[in-house]
């Protein structure tokens, strides 16, 4: 019988595509990738994947293997759901995926509370802009921007993120339009939403800066940098900040909560998505008063 772990890094490099990458997502080195897929091949005595200068290439039969492995996995990690479905109330670990700017600027506030009223559950924060797996156990809860669309979650819509544009009172341009100049994201970003909804604002005026990172648009804002789209729950507390008029539509994004369906009842996840629940309605800034 093969190594599982084997199989683990196999998956990883034929979803990415490269050892390089799934040395990253699996937080180990290049070495280690090259060295678990050696083994595996070795043990199968069989080409899984063709090695090419920038990329990895699946065999036919490493397509095919791919394919079952895919499956065996989803089958472990509903054993692992089933049993942490199943263990003592309140008690155990925790992911949570959430978008940069909501674990920095709001969620960290609020840990301390979930601690106090939790405290056999080990609340494990990860930053995240990109998509996760419910399914792969990637995170056992996430909130995003856009409605997660794994077969396997259940989704909510918690409230949402409205965006304004905002410049430093010291901002020279401060009162005339004409000369804004703007801070944006830079080309990793293409096709979302708040950079489409930033650019369309914009139009033919320059733009000052790019940044991929919203907490950076904000310090760059406060500095004088341009006038950036920021959420108003982060800027409109800013003393130095000046929110704007502009003739553009108002521009929100919704904040969604997910679980895979087979956790959804488990005591601890349970008590993560209360805290979320709770937390996003009590801000009257994130709370969705839409009807």
Not at 57 to 73: C, D, H, K, N, S
Not at 178 to 198: M, N, R, T
Not at 203 to 212: F, L, M, N
Not at 268 to 279: C, E, T
Request: net charge positive; aromatic share 8%.
């Amino acid at each position: 019988m093969f190594d599982w772990e084997n199989i683990r890094y196999f998956l990883a490099i034929a979803r990415i595509g490269t050892l390089s990458g799934a040395a990253r997502s699996l937080k180990v080195d290049h070495a280690t990738v090259s060295r678990r897929l050696s083994a595996l091949e070795s043990e199968i005595k069989t080409r899984l994947i063709e090695r090419q200068p920038r990329t990895c290439r699946l065999t036919p039969i490493g397509q095919r293997v791919f394919e079952l492995a895919q499956e065996m996995e989803e089958g472990a990690y509903a054993v692992e759901r089933l049993l942490d479905a199943s263990r003592s109330p309140l008690s155990g670990k925790v992911t949570l995926s959430a978008p940069p700017v909501l674990v920095a600027n709001f969620l960290v506030k609020h840990l301390a509370d979930f601690r106090r009223a939790n405290p056999g559950v080990q609340l494990s924060v990860s930053c995240e802009a990109r998509q996760v797996s419910l399914s792969r156990r990637e995170a056992d809860v996430v909130l995003r921007l856009t409605r997660p669309e794994e077969l396997t979650s259940v989704a909510r819509k918690l409230g949402r993120v409205s965006f304004g544009l905002y410049a430093s009172k010291d901002y020279p341009h401060l009162h005339d339009p004409s000369a804004w100049e703007f801070i944006a994201y830079d080309a990793g970003f293409v096709g979302v939403p708040q950079q489409k909804w930033l650019t369309s604002v914009a139009g033919k005026r320059p733009i000052a800066c790019e940044i991929s990172d919203i907490n950076g648009h904000l310090v760059a804002a406060r500095a004088g940098a341009g006038v950036a789209g920021l959420p108003d729950f982060l800027a409109d507390t800013d003393a130095k900040l000046q929110r704007l008029t502009y003739g553009g539509e108002a521009f929100s994004r919704d904040i969604w909560m997910a679980v895979h369906r087979d956790l959804r009842r488990s005591p601890q996840i349970r008590a993560v998505m209360d805290f979320l629940v709770k937390i996003v309605a009590e801000n009257p800034a994130l709370a969705d008063h839409r009807p």
